[in-house]
């Protein structure tokens, strides 16, 4: 899928100034960028979400779970992921996906009594047995513990086998770690590139307008920090 000269206004305010990009057909891009760059804003208008100048082309199936999510109905947690059909391509998927985010603990419990965390593991099992071409996840790992953030990041990467995980991230080094490609929005345009190639120290001291520190590891695994 590929998108050109998307540019969004509020009012006479320019949110997103003409960004082109193309999402391929497997892999995981990690969005990041200053707040209220346009993250959110961008994932809207790919997800068909909110108007936009511009093309894009070849629309593909999508999921998109935004960063805030709310139950407004006292639904059990089976009966909702029970809404998601269960024919996805990948053998064992949703089994995985299950295990992995604990999901049996959270049978037979309403979704609106369970905790910050557990919901939005109830909300990522949902987005990710969905067997959409694109998975675009606004903040993903928001309210997850440690655990929980370790079996999300596995989950993706395996999920990346066989759809695009579009995820914005704070965090440079998940992004680092966890990329195929980044898109680092800034004011102007949308960088993209292997992790390598757009985190670098130059461009995240001018986007950020902050000192970011590049370190090795002894293995020589860059890591981040301000
Ligand atoms: N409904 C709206 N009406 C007016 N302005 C909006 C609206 N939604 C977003 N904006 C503005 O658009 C800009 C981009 O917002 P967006 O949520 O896309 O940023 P973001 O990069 O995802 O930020 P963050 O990292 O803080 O979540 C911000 O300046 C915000 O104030």
């Not at 987005?127 to 079996?151: A, F, G, H, N």
Request: aromatic letters at 8%; one cysteine or more.
């Amino acid at each position: 899928m590929k998108f050109k000269n998307i540019k969004i206004k509020q009012g006479q305010k320019v949110i997103i100034n003409e960004y082109s990009g193309t999402i391929p057909t497997t892999g995981i891009i990690s969005v990041v960028g200053p707040n209220g760059i346009g993250k959110t804003t961008l994932l809207k208008a790919l997800a068909g979400l909110i108007p936009y100048e511009g093309v894009i082309l070849d629309q593909a199936t999508l999921t998109y779970l935004p960063q805030k999510n709310r139950f407004y109905d006292a639904i059990k947690v089976d009966e909702f992921l029970g809404l998601v059909p269960t024919n996805h391509p990948q053998a064992g998927w949703r089994k995985q996906v299950f295990k992995q985010l604990d999901i049996a603990d959270l049978q037979g419990k309403n979704v609106n009594t369970l905790s910050g965390g557990q919901q939005q593991r109830v909300w990522l099992a949902f987005s990710l047995i969905q067997s959409k071409s694109i998975l675009m996840l606004d903040e993903p790992l928001t309210y997850l513990d440690l655990k929980y953030q370790q079996r999300f990041l596995s989950l993706i990467s395996t999920a990346s086998q066989f759809c695009t995980i579009i995820q914005i991230v704070h965090d440079l080094n998940i992004a680092n770690q966890y990329s195929d490609i980044v898109w680092l929005l800034t004011v102007k345009t949308l960088l993209a590139g292997t992790p390598t190639q757009v985190l670098t120290a130059t461009n995240l001291n001018i986007v950020f307008a902050t000192t970011v520190k590049i370190h090795r590891t002894s293995a020589g695994q860059r890591w981040f920090s301000v």
